[in-house]
């Protein structure tokens, strides 16, 4: 039996020392940027549905557009189980990631029998379709009007959601550390290896006997339970759910924010995601015309210059310091 406990796919996910940076960043920006709190809620959020949709991209090599369908089951679940009473926000977050998770490994066996463009054709038609029927169902989507009256619980039962935002902010980040750890401990598991196995060679995971479907079908439910559950927490933290959040667009904005911070990383969903938003949301503020092409510019310079996104890019600066710096 071969021993994979040393090998260099597995190690490069291990635990290093510059990891806690960006807890650290977190931690500065809470006491450093009172009055950004509820945006970078949102940052969070968005960092934790890009890290779901690196699963299956960077990690499974599942080329999809359909990703925020579960992102959006989320939000609506989360939002729909206000409306019946139930208000406890951890449990609705769960809630929502449960039945998002439910939808991939429904979908999932049948999905992902399709590869490349067949696949994003796929995805991207079930992304429209379900769109359009929730748009139709106004009963209990509320249609183009979203649902209103969306509130919850205090959080553990004693922390109150603040206009400010701290609470929320916590809150997410909390969320987002647990869901890294698990997602750390995934990609440097047998299973993860064999994720990775299938992204570079398919042919010869499946001549070694390998089960590629069954692994496909599982990292597929798993990135869709954390989507979901980003789009349960995104409902909480804006106690408003529509329409938007099952659009091509929250699929789009995932996809770049990955390339922007790098593929395959883990990191680079969430340092993408933070770049992202920032650029986004400080562009508006100059001027609302112009944060596409900002994006666009940024984009861009990251593709032509760096291999590996903004990530690979700080690698390479540091090993090339490394280098200078090491004696001849």
Not at 38 to 47: D, E, Q
Not at 204 to 211: E, K, Q, S, T, W
């Amino acid at each position: 039996m071969i021993d994979i406990r040393g090998s260099e796919a597995l190690d490069r996910y291990r635990f290093r020392w510059p990891e806690i940076v960006p807890a650290a960043l977190a931690g500065a920006a809470y006491i450093l940027f009172p009055d950004y709190l509820v945006f970078g809620a949102s940052v969070m959020v968005m960092a934790m549905f890009a890290l779901s949709l690196d699963l299956v991209i960077g990690f499974a090599g599942i080329l999809t557009l359909g990703h925020g369908i579960f992102f959006g089951l989320g939000a609506y679940a989360s939002g729909l189980a206000t409306q019946v009473g139930l208000q406890e926000p951890i449990s609705v977050a769960l809630l929502g990631a449960c039945i998002a998770a439910a939808a991939a490994f429904l979908t999932g066996p049948f999905v992902l029998r399709l590869r490349g463009l067949r696949l994003i054709m796929v995805t991207l038609a079930i992304s429209s379709i379900t769109l359009e029927a929730a748009n139709k169902a106004s009963w209990l989507t509320g249609g183009h009007n979203g649902l209103q009256n969306v509130s919850f619980a205090p959080i553990l039962g004693r922390f109150e959601w603040s206009m400010d935002g701290s609470s929320s902010y916590l809150y997410v980040t909390f969320w987002l550390a647990l869901v890294l750890i698990a997602a750390r401990c995934l990609v440097c598991s047998p299973f993860g290896l064999a994720l990775q196995g299938i992204r570079e060679n398919e042919i010869r995971m499946r001549v070694i006997g390998a089960p590629v479907h069954v692994q496909l079908v599982v990292v597929y439910g798993l990135s869709a339970f954390i989507a979901g559950l980003a789009g349960a927490l995104w409902a909480e933290t804006n106690a408003f759910v529509s329409l938007n959040v099952l659009s091509l667009d929250v699929s789009i904005y995932a996809l770049a924010m990955l390339i922007l911070g790098g593929i395959g990383r883990l990191y680079g969903a969430i340092l993408g995601a933070a770049v992202y938003m920032c650029v986004q949301y400080f562009t508006q503020e100059l001027n609302p015309s112009y944060w596409m092409f900002a994006i666009g510019l940024l984009l861009i310079l990251v593709v032509r210059f760096g291999r590996g996104g903004l990530l690979g890019l700080l690698a390479s600066a540091l090993r090339r310091s490394s280098d200078r710096g090491a004696p001849t």
